[in-house]
């Protein structure tokens, strides 16, 4: 959903630092060959290429998250259904999310927007948010693969709450779901979560930032910071960061992201409005078979 919890960030994934500070120290050395050119593009482009890398596997980490936290957060939703039909006791239901993200680890930390839980048809019964503008709506029907959980599976998918998008700014989501049983196995409920691409395209774009800050001030180097911008993209489209210029966006959506990345990580030079960038993409899979992110990178 649109509204919901700041993101959090937690870029000091090691593993992340740890691909990353290898892939930017090659990054570095393919840049300093090209000191001599004038093609600033194409040594953006090499160094997007080392974001990129440090971003994938931060995608995993935080697809990690939710993988491991919501079959346990289901686990603490059970009660509520052993109690009596939750949507007679909505404010217990509000109360009971809360506390499960509260108290789980992975889900305290997670970059989810939201936490909702469904009856057994589907059907919303309350989310986390003050405002709760799902309550009583069908999940399954956005997101028909959410059915796989009313059959007893974690499940994750993508599509789009109806209503919520705009043709300006049009949007996504990333969809992970639980089967809440009761004590005899059945499925009495399903606990979902996820997050907007764009939503998601902000805290990797932070995240990216604050660990190359962080590697100047270990480096001791004044630099500036280079012109940076993040996308997450899939066959409907890229869908960058928020306060992305409109004519970044058009540009990375008219790169084909998809297709280029079938075999790896793709990168290219661009123009735009005059300025000289390089972007870099790679697909996540644990986001979904067809779904990436890229880096359009400028150095100052």
């Not at 305290?108 to 709760?132: C, M, P, Y």
């Not at 992305?244 to 030079?269: C, I, R």
Request: some cysteine; hydrophobic content about 45%.
């Amino acid at each position: 959903m649109r509204a919901g919890l700041a993101v959090p960030i937690h870029p000091s994934s090691r593993l992340a630092s740890r691909l990353a500070r290898l892939a930017w120290g090659l990054a570095g050395l393919a840049a300093a060959a090209c000191a001599g050119c004038e093609d600033r593009g194409k040594a953006s482009a090499q160094k997007a290429t080392a974001d990129v890398a440090f971003l994938t596997a931060l995608v995993e980490s935080d697809v990690g998250e939710v993988e491991r936290g919501m079959p346990e957060g289901a686990k603490r939703l059970a009660p509520l259904f052993a109690k009596g039909d939750p949507h007679d006791d909505v404010p217990s239901v509000r109360a009971a999310l809360l506390k499960t993200r509260r108290d789980v680890a992975d889900l305290n930390i997670s970059k989810s927007t939201f936490f909702a839980l469904a009856d057994a048809k589907g059907v919303a019964i309350r989310n986390n948010l003050e405002q709760d503008v799902m309550a009583g709506q069908s999940l399954v029907a956005p997101f028909p693969e959410l059915a796989k959980a009313q059959g007893g599976a974690y499940v994750t998918t993508t599509g789009a709450f109806p209503g919520t998008s705009t043709p300006a700014a049009p949007d996504r989501d990333w969809i992970a779901a639980a089967p809440v049983k009761a004590d005899d196995g059945r499925v009495v409920g399903v606990f979902v979560t996820g997050w907007t691409y764009r939503r998601f395209a902000l805290h990797l774009q932070e995240s990216l930032k604050h660990e190359l800050a962080e590697r100047l001030r270990k480096e001791h180097d004044t630099g500036k910071l280079p012109i940076l911008y993040v996308a997450v993209f899939d066959r409907t489209g890229v869908y960058a960061a928020p306060q992305t210029p409109a004519v970044n966006e058009k540009a990375l959506a008219d790169a084909s992201l998809v297709d280029k990345t079938a075999s790896g990580v793709a990168q290219a030079p661009l123009s735009i409005t005059d300025r000289d960038f390089g972007y870099a993409a790679a697909r996540a899979p644990k986001l979904g078979p067809e779904i990436g992110v890229v880096v359009l990178r400028s150095e100052l």
